[in-house]
């Protein structure tokens, strides 16, 4: 069985954010494979461990940069990888295109993705290629299991969990909960500089979404600290809220 696990590159969570003429600044931010990738990764690399999954391809949309978190890939124990070349500003909709065209081709039983991108947290990706290519897609999951040609997966659910099964191919998204990803090593890493990957360009499709201009959050003001006999304490902290902070009374 040929499983396909969709990485993004994002930035190192405990980056600190900078930005420069109304877009997120890049300079000496450390890129990394989006950590709900990664957990899809280690599943897929799961599989593969218990004699259900033969090969595994990892594909990325976006710049040369891309190759990185492939490598990355590559280093757990992944097989092989595909680089979609691809304007980093595309949006989510020009990212499923490019990405579903190249998945097709590859003709997989599987594909896996974390359900979201710790960088823009849209959570679209993985449902868009699902109804792209016209794949059953499960999302959250907490676990897995392959036979008999479906998939049936442990989900999250409100209150609680719920076991979904579909036909397969499908598009399954995944949870952090799902797993604990491998660190690479040493050898794993020296087979990743050896291990293909190919490099198609993206589809061509227009954005569906313009993105104006990024900010920050306002900064936080400072909050205040008030010490007194617990009557003066109270009045004084009454006054704050109502005059200073407007805090509406009813």
């Known amino acids: 069985m040929k499983v396909i696990v969709c990485v993004k590159q994002t930035f190192d969570t405990e980056a600190k954010i900078e930005l420069k003429d109304g877009k997120i600044s890049d300079a000496g931010i450390n890129l990394i494979i989006n950590p709900y990738d990664e957990v899809a990764v280690e599943g897929a690399i799961q599989l593969k461990e218990k004699g259900v999954a033969t090969e595994i391809v990892v594909i990325t949309a976006g710049s040369d940069k891309g190759m990185d978190a492939i490598r990355t890939a590559l280093a757990m124990g992944a097989d092989r990888g595909i680089l979609v070349k691809q304007d980093t500003g ?27 991108a710790a960088d823009d947290g849209s959570s679209q990706v993985p449902t868009r290629i699902a109804e792209i290519l016209g794949f059953p897609h499960v999302n959250v999951i907490t676990n897995i299991d392959i036979a008999g040609g479906k998939a049936t997966c442990t989900t999250e659910a409100d209150g609680g969990t719920a076991v979904i099964e579909v036909a397969i191919p499908a598009v399954v998204s995944s949870q952090v ?5 491998r660190y690479p090593s040493m050898k794993g890493i020296m087979q990743a500089k050896k291990k293909p990957v190919a490099t198609v360009d993206a589809v061509a499709v227009d954005n569906k979404i313009k993105i104006v201009e990024v900010s920050l959050p306002a900064a936080k003001t400072a909050g205040i600290k008030i010490e007194d006999d617990a009557d003066v304490c109270a009045t004084k902290l009454a006054d704050w809220m109502k005059n200073t902070v407007k805090v509406e009374v009813k």
């Open 177 to 181: 909960s799902w797993n604990e990803p």
């Open 90 to 116: 595309a949006d989510e909709y020009a990212r499923a295109v490019a990405l579903a065209a190249a998945i097709k081709a590859e003709n997989p039983e599987l594909v896996l993705a974390g359900h979201v």
